[in-house]
Structures are given as structure tokens and as C-alpha cells.
T-cell receptor, first 113, second 114 residues
């Protein structure tokens, strides 16, 4: 099993709150990713990072922001949560090429009321 | 447009039976194809990864096939178990970018009944 962790696993918050979803990996991977997944739907890439101080937006537009100050840590922040942000957020990491594998964390189920 | 389509959307089988899940893709240029298993409320876990030159790969009771010419893949599950109940996701990677962008299917929801 991959050593990638996400906290919290479940979060229910009110509209307008600021939240940070944590993601950490102990594998020393350079690349990290955030995906958003709604029930029965495909995963959508919202942010990724090639390494420390590198962050890029993914395919799906998101109001969230990310930071990569340390290799092992890739937190995602929502400054003002809205009901439209309700979703599952999955963090993943992968070593630099040549490797095809992405290792996923268990996910955070976010509900904004 | 790069897409990954999976069928069926859902499937119910009895324990001990075999089943085959399908994946069609239009991703180009193709790099590799992966099958993931995702349990409810968990992150996906990799089952197999196949590159252009590979046309079959096994992982225990899971066997994936790839036809790069027709852009089709299948995942065959043998002697199903209750623990096989999950969503099976086909993921295709392109080689047109440094990131190796992944394109995800919506998954096939498999339910195994006793």
C-alpha cells in the first residue's frame, strides 16, 4: 500500500469557511497531484506540482489553491467554501520519469452546507 | 478530443463467476493504459499498467488486454470474490507532455453477490 496520507477523511463545514485539505507522502516523490471526483464521475485534475515551489493548474478550473514548500507536503486550500465545492478530493504522487505509476491517497470527502 | 469510455456502467455477478470489463479510448499520442480498482470512499489502487508493446498483463485473478490498433482494452476478472465489489477505472496516459497527462474513464461499478 502506498504511503500517501490525506486528512481529514471527512469534513462537513458551512458556507464561507476557509479550509485546508492536507496531503503528505513519504516516498520522496517529486510529482504530486490533486483530483476532484463526483459520485459516478471520472477524476478531474485540478492541480499538480513537479517539485518544491512548482505548482500548476490542471484541466478542471478550481477556486482552490495549492502550495509545495516541502517535497512531502501538498496542501489544498479553499478560501471561502461554497456548496458547489462539495466533492471528493484525491491526492496522488508519482516519481519522476521513467515511471508510470501514480499512487493515490484515501481521499477527503468534503460537504459544504 | 481525448476520451476514455467504459462499459458497462455497472455490472452485477454472482460470487465465483468471471466477468469482462471494456474500455475504448481516443487518447493520442498513446503512452500507456492502466486499470485501477477503487473501493467506495477510497483512492484508486493500480491493478495493471500496459505500454504500447504489451497486449496482455496479469495480476492474480485480473488479466488486462490491450489492442493498440483498435484502441480497446479489457479487464477480465476470474473466479470473482465479494471483495472484488468496487469501481474499476480505465486510465490512459498520453506522451504529448512532460506531465504524462492521465485521462480517466468513469469506471464500471462491479457488484459481486454471494
Amino acid at each position: 500500500e502506498a504511503d500517501i496520507y490525506q486528512t481529514p477523511r471527512y469534513l462537513v463545514i458551512g458556507t464561507g469557511k476557509k479550509i485546508t485539505l492536507e496531503c503528505s507522502q513519504t516516498m520522496g516523490h517529486d510529482k504530486m497531484y490533486w483530483y476532484q471526483q463526483d459520485p459516478g464521475m471520472e477524476l478531474h485534475l485540478i492541480h499538480y506540482s513537479y517539485g518544491v515551489n512548482s505548482t500548476e493548474k490542471g484541466d478542471l478550473s478550481s477556486e482552490s489553491t495549492v502550495s509545495r514548500i516541502r517535497t512531502e507536503h501538498f496542501p489544498l486550500t479553499l478560501e471561502s467554501a461554497r456548496p458547489s465545492h462539495t466533492s471528493q478530493y484525491l491526492c496522488a504522487s508519482s516519481p519522476s520519469a521513467p515511471s508510470y505509476e501514480q499512487y493515490f491517497g484515501p481521499g477527503t470527502r468534503l460537504t459544504v452546507t | 478530443k481525448n476520451q476514455v469510455e467504459q462499459s458497462p456502467q455497472s455490472l452485477i455477478i454472482l460470487e465465483g463467476k468471471n466477468c469482462t470489463l471494456q474500455c475504448n479510448y481516443t487518447v493520442s499520442p498513446f503512452s500507456n493504459l492502466r486499470w485501477y480498482k477503487q473501493d467506495t470512499g477510497r483512492g484508486p489502487v493500480s491493478l495493471t499498467i500496459m505500454t504500447f508493446s504489451e497486449n496482455t498483463k496479469s495480476n492474480g485473478r485480473y488479466t488486462a488486454t490491450l489492442d493498440a490498433d483498435t484502441k480497446q482494452s479489457s479487464l477480465h476478472i476470474t473466479a470473482s470474490q465479494l471483495s472484488d465489489s468496487a469501481s474499476y477505472i480505465c486510465v490512459v496516459s498520453d506522451r504529448g507532455s512532460t506531465l504524462g497527462r492521465l485521462y480517466f474513464g468513469r469506471g464500471t461499478q462491479l457488484t459481486v453477490w454471494p
